[in-house]
């Protein structure tokens, strides 16, 4: 019987209003095809890394949310609110597109995360799609996991060496988000990531669709 969670409360703020070098990946323009017109809204979008790329590749009709105010500030090119991404301040069937790129570590509840999932599925329009780039359980973190797992109650969640709390993912949790919310997975991907801090990791690259 797993232990009961003793991470309710916990946040991560701090962590996230250093700018530093953030790594999960990116979608390319192949996947960015036919939503050209958006609107399209980065949740979580800390200091714009990825509304900065899709201007670059020509997007303009850009939002971004993010719970930590600080980082917006350096963002004068998009529509940019202070908000979480469980309660999204955004009309339903709002968006062509939502990213999710890097947060989903930060989320650590399982309710808190389905209700994220749950949150893009509500402002994305039919046939909306959702690109995600997340953190995987991964055999560099095992020792980190297992202290985790004492402390917390959860195999995944761990202590960085930098302060923070943070949970990794398995294919199987995330497939069960991206279904429960409502989505159709169109493609999911496991490969190398590297973290903030230069360490080794892996993670998914998933694609969904509202039907």
Not at 23 to 37: H, N, T, V, Y
Not at 94 to 114: K, M
Request: aromatic letters at 12%; charged letters at 30%.
């Amino acid at each position: 019987m797993r232990k009961k969670s003793r991470i309710k409360g916990i946040l991560n703020q701090e962590i996230w209003k250093r700018e530093g070098k953030y790594s999960a990946p990116l979608p390319g323009a192949k996947i960015l095809r036919g939503l050209e017109a958006g609107p399209l809204l980065d949740i979580g979008c800390g200091y714009g890394r990825l509304l900065e790329h899709l201007r670059n590749l020509g997007f303009s009709n850009l939002f971004g949310i993010d719970f930590v105010e600080k980082p917006l500030r350096k963002i004068d090119f998009a529509m940019v609110a202070v908000g979480r991404a469980e309660a999204l301040p955004f009309r339903d069937e709002a968006f062509a597109g939502a990213f999710l790129v890097g947060i989903l570590s930060s989320i650590l509840e399982d309710e808190g995360r389905l209700r994220v999932f749950q949150e893009a599925f509500r402002v994305l329009k039919r046939g909306g799609r959702l690109f995600l780039s997340a953190f995987a359980v991964n055999k560099h973190y095992a020792e980190k996991y297992r202290k985790g797992l004492e402390e917390f109650g959860i195999y995944g969640v761990f202590r960085s060496s930098h302060g923070g709390v943070f949970r990794h993912t398995t294919e199987e949790e995330l497939r069960d988000l991206f279904v429960r919310a409502g989505f159709k997975i169109l493609r999911m991907k496991r490969m190398p990531f590297t973290t903030m801090h230069g360490n080794r990791a892996e993670g998914f690259v998933a694609l969904g669709e509202k039907p």
